[in-house]
T-cell receptor, first 117, second 111 residues
Framework: DTGVSQDPRHKITKRGQNVTFRCDPI?????LYWYRQTLGQGPEFLTY????????KSRLLSDRFSAERPKGSFSTLEIQRTEQGDSAMYLC???????????????FGSGTQLSVL | QKEVEQNSGPLSVPEGAIASLNCTYS??????FFWYRQYSGKSPELIMS????GDKEDGRFTAQLNKASQYVSLLIRDSQPSDSATYLC???????????FGAGTRLAVHP
């Protein structure tokens, strides 16, 4: 296993369309995160899962966004009725709670670059 | 006030010099601190973590943490052009299982 993989790498869509991204974490990692990053900014937390349970969702995340991790392995992030403001890099990261409470070392995938026209 | 603040730069240093990157955070109970490097168009890559006050060295990188002053810094010795990237400071706020990132400092190392 070489790391976190995301698909697709790039997505161009028209405003109003729905899009879905997939993330496959490092196999032994039980935590999975979604972040969003726009140009000149750091990654912004969206949501995270421990196994299949979604434990936290950012208040910034509108109802158009939904994430799932049905079997505690891969995850999907869906954006409904996309808007131009959704254009960003969507990053997935994973970590392991086996590292104990002192840290959350996140390992990122290559991201999905979304462009909403 | 942003939770994690960094100077956006660019910080320009000559090859072989020491680059010093700084970060301040607002949550006093934060426990864990990380530095990520991000090349243009790529995803963040973890380069250093630090949990206790003081210095932590790893090769050409040294992370420094001062919890009383709520700042963390990264020193890069013998800077190389390949170090040119954006450096993101990330903090694990107390009681939360996530990282909060700063906006990053862009470092440019010129030959």
């Amino acid at each position: 296993d070489t790391g976190v993989s995301q698909d697709p790498r790039h997505k161009i869509t028209k405003r109003g369309q729905n899009v879905t991204f997939r993330c496959d974490p490092i196999s032994e990692h039980n935590r999975l995160y979604w972040y969003r990053q726009t140009l000149g900014q750091g990654p912004e937390f969206l949501t995270y899962f421990q196994n299949e349970a979604q434990l936290e969702k950012s208040r910034l995340l509108s109802d158009r966004f939904s994430a799932e991790r049905p079997k505690g392995s891969f995850s999907t992030l869906e954006i409904q009725r996309t808007e131009q403001g959704d254009s960003a890099m969507y990053l997935c990261a994973s970590s392991s709670t086996d590292r104990g409470p002192l840290g959350e070392k996140l390992f990122f995938g290559s991201g999905t670059q979304l462009s909403v026209l | 006030q942003k939770e994690v603040e960094q100077n956006s730069g660019p910080l320009s240093v000559p090859e072989g010099a020491i680059a010093s990157l700084n970060c301040t955070y607002s949550d006093r109970v934060s426990q864990s601190f990380f530095w990520y490097r991000q090349y243009s168009g790529k995803s963040p890559e973890l380069i250093m973590s630090i949990y206790s006050n003081g210095d932590k060295e790893d090769g050409r990188f040294t992370a420094q943490l001062n919890k009383a002053s709520q700042y963390v810094s990264l020193l890069i010795r013998d800077s190389q052009p390949s170090d040119s990237a954006t450096y993101l400071c990330a903090v694990n706020p107390g009681g939360y299982n996530k990282l909060i990132f700063g906006a990053g400092t862009r470092l440019a190392v010129h030959p």
